[in-house]
């Protein structure tokens, strides 16, 4: 043990005499180069993970972006346009917000005037398959508006009631509107639409009027009550 200790010992004596050994410039200048290549490639590493992030970032913003444009340009959309698919899932998604039953109907009577509002402008472009379809889709919401007014006569009349009046006005506004646009095309088929349309309006209103004072229709299916008969005929084929 002893030797070993005075080994070292002259070990660090010798090393104590030899001067001191400086780095070259040019070992200088590698070691720096390596130092700053080292840095340089951890620094292209972090950017490059965060401009993955930002690209992703992007991307998503801009789809979204993309998605909020479509959705509202739809809302105006028309039955020839590429758009009106998305406009009808727009619709369906708002029902989710209809909680009371007069939010129901008030959702079944926009849509009924949505599409009034499209068989008009169909009409005006002449395609009249396309308005046909809207004047249906305008029926089938007011069907379905008087089928929530009956629903609540059961739970609420009083309800139903004021349900029933802003339904029956609806129709009426509804066919005022049509009267206009019937005096107004040519084509017969375009009439023949508007005609059957404005009849199964009318027979809803009378429908919902007479259950409104009976209860129930007749066996018949007549109304009873004091619901006005349908003003226009349907037309002979």
Same mark, same amino acid.
């Given at each position: 043990?002893?030797? +070993? ?7 660090? +004596? ?18 720096? !180069? ?15 993970? @965060?401009?993955?992030? &930002?690209?992703? *970032? ?20 028309? $039955? ?19 909680? #009371? $039953?007069?939010?129901?109907? #008030? ?6 005037? #949505?599409?009034?509002?499209? /068989? ?5 472009? @002449?395609?009249? %398959? ?8 305008? !029926? %089938? ?10 629903? +609540?006569?059961?739970? %609420?009349?009083?309800?139903?009631? %004021? ?9 009426? #506004? @509804? ?5 206009? *646009? ?5 084509? =017969?088929?375009?009439? !023949?639409?508007?005609?059957?349309? &404005? ?5 809803? /209103? ?11 229709? !007749? ?17 002979? =084929?």
């Amino acid at each position: 043990m002893t030797s +070993e200790r005075q080994r070292l010992e002259a070990l660090a +004596e010798r090393l104590r005499g030899v001067d001191p050994m400086m780095p070259s410039p040019a070992a200088k200048i590698r070691g720096w !180069n390596l130092v700053s290549a080292a840095v340089q490639q951890s620094a292209t590493v972090h950017s490059r993970r @965060h401009s993955v992030k &930002r690209l992703i *970032l992007a991307a998503v913003a801009a789809a979204v972006l993309l998605v909020a444009g479509a959705v509202a340009a739809s809302a105006d959309s028309l $039955p020839d346009s590429a758009l009106y698919p998305l406009k009808g899932v727009v619709e369906q998604a708002r029902a989710a917000f209809a909680f #009371t $039953p007069a939010d129901r109907l #008030t959702y079944r009577l926009d849509l009924a005037r #949505t599409r009034l509002t499209e /068989a008009e402008a169909m009409i005006a472009r @002449h395609r009249v %398959d396309l308005a046909g379809e809207a004047l249906n889709a305008m !029926n %089938d919401q007011l069907n379905a508006a008087a089928a929530l007014v009956e629903s +609540e006569k059961g739970s %609420d009349p009083a309800l139903a009631t %004021d349900l029933e009046n802003r339904l029956v006005q609806a129709i009426a #506004t @509804h066919d005022r509107q049509l009267a206009g *646009l019937q005096g107004q095309v040519t084509n =017969p088929v375009a009439q !023949n639409a508007i005609s059957q349309a &404005r009849n199964r309006a009318a027979q809803t /209103a009378q429908a919902a009027k007479a259950a409104g004072t009976s209860g129930n229709p !007749n066996p018949n299916g007549k109304g009873q009550g004091s619901g006005p008969a349908s003003p226009h005929p349907t037309p002979k =084929p």
